[in-house]
C-alpha cells in the first residue's frame, strides 16, 4: 500500500499499529469492500472542520480511489474494491496498490494480513511486473 492522504491525521502509534500488526479479514467482505478486525487505530485529535462530525476519523466528503482504506471510529480498516463508493467522509489512511488489489480480492474471510507501506516507484515497480507476467502467460495461448 502506499500511505495517504490522510495518513498525517494518524498518530505515530496509530500508524506503526496499522504497519506493525497482523489484521484479519472479517466475513463482512465483497466486491464493494473487505474490513479487517485486529486492533485499534489512534487519531491525532483536532477541532473538526465544519461538516465532518465528531469523530477524528471523519474528514469533508472527498473522492475515493479504488484500493483506498479507510478507518471509520479508528478501528476495523476497510479496503474499498472495485465496486465501492466514489467517494464520502472518511479519512483515508492508504491506498492499496493495483498490483495487490487482486490478491485481496481472492483472501477468504479469516485471512491473517500485515500491511506495508511502498513508495510510489515500488507500487509502479510491482504494476510492470505484473503486467509482464500476464503478457507471459497470454504469450502461452498466442
Known amino acids: 500500500m502506499v500511505l ?3 495518513d498525517y491525521r494518524l498518530t505515530d502509534v ?3 499499529a496499522l504497519l506493525d500488526q497482523p489484521w484479519k479479514l472479517s466475513t463482512v467482505a465483497d466486491r464493494i469492500g473487505f474490513r479487517y478486525g485486529g486492533g485499534k487505530l ?3 485529535e483536532r477541532v473538526q472542520p465544519f461538516g465532518a462530525g465528531s469523530d477524528p476519523s471523519n474528514i469533508v466528503d472527498a473522492g475515493y480511489p479504488v484500493g483506498s482504506i479507510q478507518v471509520p471510529g479508528g478501528v476495523e480498516p476497510i479496503i474499498l474494491h472495485r465496486d465501492a463508493v466514489s467517494g464520502g467522509g472518511y479519512a483515508m489512511v492508504a491506498t492499496v496498490i493495483s498490483a495487490d488489489l487482486s490478491l485481496v480480492g481472492q483472501c477468504a474471510p479469516g485471512t491473517m494480513t500485515n500491511f506495508k507501506s511502498v513508495t510510489m516507484e515500488e507500487a509502479l ?4 511486473h505484473g503486467q509482464e507476467r500476464l503478457r507471459k502467460v497470454q504469450g502461452l495461448w498466442s
Open 125 to 128: 515497480a510491482a504494476r510492470a
Open 42 to 44: 489512534d487519531w491525532r
Open 4 to 6: 495517504g492522504l490522510y
Open 14 to 16: 496509530g500508524l506503526s
